[in-house]
């Protein structure tokens, strides 16, 4: 059973900055990702490239399936066609991924 119902913007915030942790482990200390909500996920502010965003991506996913038992896709096509990108900052894409994960429950 599903822990959706209980869901909110500081445990998505949580778990985002959990899989923070695990990335930067991988980084050298001066590249590492602040555990903020206006920390630049992409763009030239960004300590991230193109592959640590889809490890931050797919480790977001990986954390929302133990954590909710819920899969699913957190950049899909409709994320990444859009003009505004949920993908700026932590807090879009904290609010992102509770938009998702709002529409999952609804579709229950």
Do not use: C
């Not at 915030?13 to 980084?27: A, K, P």
């Not at 555990?35 to 193109?50: A, H, P, R």
């Amino acid at each position: 059973m599903s822990n959706i119902e209980k869901i909110d913007r500081d445990q998505i915030l949580s778990g985002i900055y959990q899989v923070i942790d695990e990335i930067n482990e991988t980084f050298q200390k001066k590249e590492n990702l602040e555990k903020k909500e206006s920390t630049s996920l992409i763009g030239n502010q960004s300590t991230l490239d193109s592959l640590g965003l889809v490890h931050l991506i797919s480790g977001i996913e990986d954390w929302i399936e133990e954590a909710y038992d819920i899969v699913t896709v957190v950049a899909d096509e409709n994320s990444v066609s859009g003009d505004v990108s949920p993908f700026k900052t932590v807090s879009t894409l904290a609010e992102h991924i509770l938009a998702k994960l709002d529409k999952e429950m609804e579709n229950k």
